[in-house]
């Protein structure tokens, strides 16, 4: 990965002229994205894309607004434009009549996005663009529609065929496993030493994707510990004191962590492909392994038992097993999809609800969002097909036998 990253950077940098400073003549950044979309020539098309990308970081966030909303007015799709290529694609099905309706269905932004992407380094800055962008979104709704394009050519962009699978481990370096440490969203590392814990030891492993145009940005890592069964806590998992297993012995692979590093990818979808692509790289590894499970938090769960007013029923293990099991198989979004974020990344990947466990995560976060319970997806190889099927059309909850009746008791009684 890394001499692949180098050999494209080798020839994305030769590829770009070599200018100095580039200083201000007195356009606003709107008059020289309109000059960009016009420009003709490779040189003066690069200089305006890098001015245009570094005036947007200097601005402040009443400024960046502001650059978003021209964006989502003046260079949106022009509707006389494009009623007039509808109707002439109607009456001539030609590839001329074809390529105008392309072009005029196509808003400006998107093309001004693939200039600016000509910058070495640009696809970054731009995914930290759309980062900003998602904030201001929730304010100001007709920004939507710049999202939607930036999530459109993104999508492409970050294609599955695209990034490569990289293993972290303790011997990566530094200035990954910073990244490492601060992108962990699910366990934190408080440590070095809690960071070598998980890296070092011959059973556990660690996987990102990365991108050849983002090559010490990882998008997305899994951390993996291979186990003799299914661990039900996090705290035996994670321990200082355990006893290493050699890997050879180990009969599970248990995704306790999965991150999503880049807040400006948010709805592009990198954990199924991760996730496969992991589990066909150990069974190579070792192919005594033969079970893939996760040990995974239930976010939703303290927020649902507050609503129906069950929450004083947390402090019993028993009762908490069986309400996480209610809120996972039956708690439902007004599509009727799982409420539980986590349930529904899982089950869209083919997984099943296999084993709920009070008392697995005592840490502050996992007390706070889910009691301290923590739930295993089973990873059925032979099932994963069926299962997403049934999911992606009738949202069926695939779910092991002791736990779609534990999931049928009477809950308890509410205050």
């Excluded at 947007?56 to 799709?77: H, Q, V």
């Excluded at 006389?80 to 390529?99: G, H, I, K, P, Q």
């Excluded at 012995?249 to 199924?272: E, M, P, W």
Aim: with cysteine.
């Amino acid at each position: 990965m890394s001499l692949l990253a180098d050999m494209l950077s080798t020839l994305i940098d030769r590829s770009m002229p070599a200018l100095g400073p580039l200083r201000s003549d007195g356009r606003t950044i709107e008059a020289l994205c309109r000059d960009l979309l016009t420009s003709t020539g490779e040189v003066s098309g690069y200089a305006l894309a890098r001015r245009i990308l570094d005036g947007y970081e200097a601005m402040d966030d009443t400024r960046r607004k502001a650059f978003f909303s021209f964006l989502a007015t003046e260079m949106d799709i022009d509707t006389d434009a494009l009623s007039a290529a509808v109707a002439a694609y109607a009456t001539d099905r030609s590839e001329s009549t074809f390529r105008r309706l392309m072009v005029a269905s196509e808003p400006d932004r998107q093309e001004l996005a693939r200039r600016l992407n000509q910058v070495p380094g640009a696809t970054a800055r731009l995914v930290a663009m759309r980062r900003d962008l998602l904030r201001f979104v929730k304010d100001d709704p007709a920004l939507a529609r710049v999202d939607a394009d930036l999530r459109h050519l993104f999508a492409s962009w970050f294609n599955r065929g695209f990034l490569v699978l990289r293993p972290i481990n303790w011997q990566s370096p530094a200035h990954i496993l910073e990244k490492i440490i601060a992108y962990e969203a699910v366990h934190a590392i408080h440590s070095w030493d809690d960071l070598r814990r998980r890296l070092q030891p011959t059973d556990r492993r660690c996987f990102g994707f990365f991108h050849p145009a983002m090559p010490d940005e990882p998008l997305i890592f899994v951390e993996v510990a291979l186990t003799k069964g299914v661990p039900g806590s996090i705290q035996g998992v994670l321990a200082e004191e355990r006893t290493q297993l050699p890997p050879t012995q180990a009969d599970t692979a248990v995704f306790y962590s999965i991150s999503n590093c880049q807040d400006g990818l948010a709805g592009i979808s990198f954990g199924n492909s991760l996730i496969k692509q992991v589990v066909e790289d150990l069974s190579r590894e070792l192919p005594q392994l033969k079970t893939f499970v996760t040990l995974s938090p239930i976010p939703g769960l303290m927020a649902w038992l507050h609503e129906t007013r069950l929450q004083h029923h947390a402090a019993d293990p028993v009762l908490l097993r069986q309400m996480a099991a209610h809120y996972l198989l039956e708690a439902k979004t007004a599509s009727g999809a799982p409420r539980d974020p986590v349930a529904r990344f899982h089950l869209k990947n083919g997984a099943l609800v296999h084993e709920i466990h009070a008392q697995a995560d005592l840490s502050p976060n996992g007390l706070e969002r889910s009691g301290g319970a923590m739930v295993n997806y089973l990873y059925d190889l032979g099932k994963i097909t069926e299962n997403h099927e049934d999911f992606a059309t009738k949202n069926k909850v695939a779910a092991s036998s002791p736990l779609r009746a534990l999931a049928r008791k009477p809950l308890p009684a509410t205050l």
